[in-house]
């Protein structure tokens, strides 16, 4: 029944290790997004990508890397992790444009 | 470039009265609108969206948003709280393809 899933939904990491956070969607849609939200709630869209091409990367550092195996999956891949990578990291999909249908968040924690 | 202000950043209201959250926009053309809600430590839920047409929108638990294009705004209203209300909202714009939120309102309710 899940729309839009993500896992992990906690991940604590110590700073300097990579790691990868995942997404699928099982609604059908083309278009699926990586937003963070920072701990001032401030969310945040990182990249958009539909039918696996990359729309969108919002001035992100490199380290971070989406990966669209299909349609209904964009993973996110993170490199040498920084404290200011902690926040909470959500997923979302739509159909070509409006309303976007959200994950339950990752909670990243880099130490 | 689009962007959305919520000057609110915090409300108490009590349980049964009013409430209204005020958003307000910028972009140029006609936007899609949206306001979701994020309960703690959960993602975001839409509550209603404004596309075209009539500018009074219901959405759900009660909630409604009237689009005022002379005013760039499109604030949340409802006419009785509930304790479950208690969360943040956040009103976002869409345009170029790209969804833009604000900053967030926290609502408490009083007993």
């Known amino acids: 029944d899940t729309a839009v899933s993500q896992t992990p939904k906690y991940l604590v990491t110590q700073m300097g290790n990579d790691k990868s956070i995942k997404c699928e969607q099982n609604l059908g849609h083309d278009t699926m997004y990586w937003y963070k939200q920072d701990s001032k709630k401030f969310l945040k869209i990182m990249f958009s990508?539909?039918?696996?091409?990359?729309?969108i990367n919002e001035t992100v550092p490199n380290r971070f890397s989406p990966k669209s195996p299909d349609k209904a999956h964009l993973n996110l891949h993170i490199n040498s992790l920084e404290l200011g990578d902690s926040a909470v990291y959500f997923c979302a999909s739509s159909r070509e444009s409006g309303e976007q249908f959200f994950g339950p968040g990752t909670r990243l924690t880099v130490l | 470039a689009q962007s959305v202000t919520q000057p609110d950043i915090h409300i108490t209201v009590s349980e049964g009265a009013s409430l209204e959250l005020r958003c307000n926009y910028s972009y140029g053309a006609t936007p899609y609108l949206f306001w979701y809600v994020q309960s703690p430590g959960q993602g975001l839920q839409l509550l209603l969206k404004y596309f075209s047409g009539d500018t009074l929108v219901q959405g759900i638990k009660g909630f409604e948003a009237e689009f005022k294009r002379s005013q760039s705004s499109f604030n949340l209203r409802k006419p009785s709280v509930h304790w479950s209300d208690a969360a943040e909202y956040f009103c976002?714009?869409?345009?170029?393809?790209?969804?833009?939120f604000g900053t967030g309102t926290r609502l408490t309710i009083i007993p």
């Open positions: 976002a714009v869409d345009g170029n393809e790209k969804l833009t």
């Open positions: 990508y539909n039918n696996k091409e990359l729309i």
